[in-house]
T-cell receptor, first 111, second 115 residues
Framework: KQEVTQIPAALSVPEGENLVLNCSFT??????LQWFRQDPGKGLTSLLL?????REQTSGRLNASLDKSSGRSTLYIAASQPGDSATYLC??????????FGSGTQLTVLP | DTAVSQTPKYLVTQMGNDKSIKCEQN?????MYWYKQDSKKFLKIMFS???????INETVPNRFSPKSPDKAHLNLHINSLELGDSAVYFC??????????????FGPGTRLTVL
């Protein structure tokens, strides 16, 4: 059974810092990994989807990497801003494409 | 031009009642899902439907009955509501395209409170 872990559970940084969020999964037989952002009381916004054949995917200040063999993914956020404050979730699909989520990293960027 | 929509956004009801949550997607996707986010913010799959057919039922009590009248809709009906059903329920959809691009898009969520 797939298990997804995210470290750290919470992170607080001053504005302008670069930061890395970590995601690990136990079953490396995945065909993609998706990173989401959730603002308090809101739904999930898809940030990046990285396919199993890719090593990296970039969108603006966000860069996601994937190492299937080691069961790890990282989300790099450059030049963080207070508006980046949210919970970041990673998720991997199962055989029927249902997502298994990590418990999230709650990010606070201080002005 | 909302992609995945859910109604209602908030639902407050008494224990023992029956309620429904509706979900619609206008993305032309063939697969739809219901997820539950509990009080600890952990998201877990409940159901998955592909072209109106049930694919996954993740050990959800049979008080929960999803219904898919067509590919664009997946409604969730809950009978005999219990306190433990209080949670945020998210609907999602994804396309059935080439392997690896199963990007899922989520609705805004329905916050259910059972009193």
């Amino acid at each position: 059974k797939q298990e997804v872990t995210q470290i750290p559970a919470a992170l607080s940084v001053p504005e302008g810092e670069n930061l890395v969020l970590n995601c690990s999964f136990t079953d490396s037989a995945i065909y993609n990994l998706q990173w989401f952002r959730q603002d308090p009381g809101k739904g999930l916004t898809s940030l990046l989807l990285i396919q199993s054949s890719q090593r990296e995917q970039t969108s603006g200040r966000l860069n996601a990497s994937l190492d299937k063999s080691s069961g790890r993914s990282t989300l790099y956020i450059a030049a963080s801003q207070p508006g980046d404050s949210a919970t970041y979730l990673c998720a991997v699909p199962g055989s029927a494409r249902q997502l298994t989520f990590g418990s999230g990293t709650q990010l606070t960027v201080l002005p | 031009d909302t992609a995945v929509s859910q109604t209602p956004k908030y639902l407050v009801t008494q224990m023992g009642n029956d309620k429904s949550i509706k979900c619609e997607q206008n993305l032309g996707h063939d697969t739809m899902y219901w997820y539950k986010q509990d009080s600890k913010k952990f998201l877990k799959i409940m159901f998955s439907y592909n072209n109106k057919e049930l694919i996954i039922n993740e050990t959800v009590p049979n008080r929960f009955s999803p219904k898919s009248p067509d590919k664009a809709h997946l409604n969730l009906h809950i009978n005999s509501l219990e306190l433990g059903d209080s949670a945020v329920y998210f609907c999602a959809s994804s396309p059935r395209d080439r392997a690896g691009t199963n990007e899922q898009f989520f609705g805004p969520g329905t916050r259910l409170t059972v009193l």
